[in-house]
């Protein structure tokens, strides 16, 4: 079952096993320009986590739009 629910990035991790060292910034700075342009990550683009111990949320799919989400504050 699929559902949206807000968190705070405060909340968000990144997934240990990540397996890009260098993110492009080039697509951070264009993701960026997207949330600035639709006051937000459209829920289509939204992240997909799991729930680990502490109230926090570990990313499965999203690193990058969750990298602009931040450098926007959202």
Known sequence: MNTITFIATANIVPNSGYSRAVMDL???EFIRNSIRQNNGLKPEYALKV????????????GHIRFEAAKQENI
């Open 50 to 61: 799991r729930q680990i111990p502490n109230n926090s949320f570990e990313i499965i799919d």
């Open 26 to 28: 080039e697509l951070i």
